[in-house]
């Protein structure tokens, strides 16, 4: 996905300066302003504003540093480091606050903006998304790992509209002393929302970066969506979306319908066999050769539960065929056996946008191994077919794999 430039007119009328534009695969959404770390607008920066565009909203990342050079674009080497330290030291904050409204402003303008329009801005930029809820007319504001934001806690009560703070406990730049006052100050307040992420370090969501973490990164990522699209949307019908891909995996058995559904670049992972594929290709070839026409017929999935978030599904499901063909994907280079198996499938469908990014897909392959007669349940705590009908018959007896169950005594 590849923006472009814009230029945007000061509203001090000292000038004119410019923002990266990303707009959604549908053309339109609500905007979303990108405020920078102090590298300028980096590749860094355009590949965030081009993951948010997937997510479906018009994102406008604009150049605060263009009062002290324009078009800056800096690395992470240790001479970028020091530039860039160079422009946060000069930087003028209110004249930086007063363009990321111009920012706000021109999103509002644009045709390609059909609803609302926040802010989010990580290390320099999440300062200024704290500001942007205190002094600008932003719908949303959500700042990650921000530095000073304690400094400017005597505006919090101009806060009205939802803001989001990504706090990392070790965060260098903000040390547990400012940490602990921005928790005392914002904890309980209307409209903020605070999440610590423990043992992490400032820019743990900089892909690629020495502090990166993927796990906080993606905890994050979702609890910000969460917030944008609660104030101001996009909104999917994510269970339908998941549906419909089901039938073309299931039903009608079509790959190229199935990927249809899915981002660009998209990922499946079968946890307990490791089988699946990442990216297009890979993920295509698995699903001609090893998945979509490589299920038994009498293939089943009966729906259990179901949870709807902000940008996943889970679902709750008995997985159930009989053997009669071999399953790569599940029981890779085994036989058909001709057995019955119903096994507990759980699938966390993660999507961008409206269309689909990746599956995780868990159960229990030592309950198929039973099923399929290559693994003794008595030698083993392992339980076959019982799995299954408990989970749809929870007064069948618990504790059955317990030895001492029977002679343990009342609770």
Known sequence: MAGQYIDMKAGDGSGTFRGYLAL?????????????????????MRDVADYYAEEGYVVLVPDIFWRQEPNVELGYSEADWQRAFGFFQGFDEARGMEDIQTAITTLRGRTEVNGKVGVLGFCLGGKLAYLAACRTD????????????DAALGEADKITKPLVLHIAELDKFCPPEARDKIVKTLQGRDHVTLYVYPGMDHAF???GGEHYHKPSALMAHERSIGALKAAMGPHYDLS????????????TRNVDDTMSTMVAEPYVNHIPTMTGGVGYRALHRFYTNHFVNSNPPDTALTPISRTVGATQVVDEMLFSFTHTTEIPWMLPGVKPTGKKVEVPLLAVIKFRGDKLYHEHIYWDQASVLVQVGLLDA?????AGVEQGRKLLDETLPSNGLMPEWTASTKG
Do not use: M
């Not at 008595?378 to 392992?382: D, E």
């Open 240 to 251: 339908a979306l998941w549906d419909k891909h089901c039938e073309y995996e299931f039903g």
């Open 138 to 149: 932003a719908d949303v504001s959500v700042g990650y790992y921000g530095v000073g934001i």
């Open 378 to 382: 008595k030698l083993l705590p392992v």
């Open 24 to 44: 959604p695969s549908a053309g339109s959404g609500p905007g979303l302003v990108l405020a920078q770390e102090i590298f300028g607008i980096n590749k860094t």
């Open 205 to 207: 969501a900089r892909v």
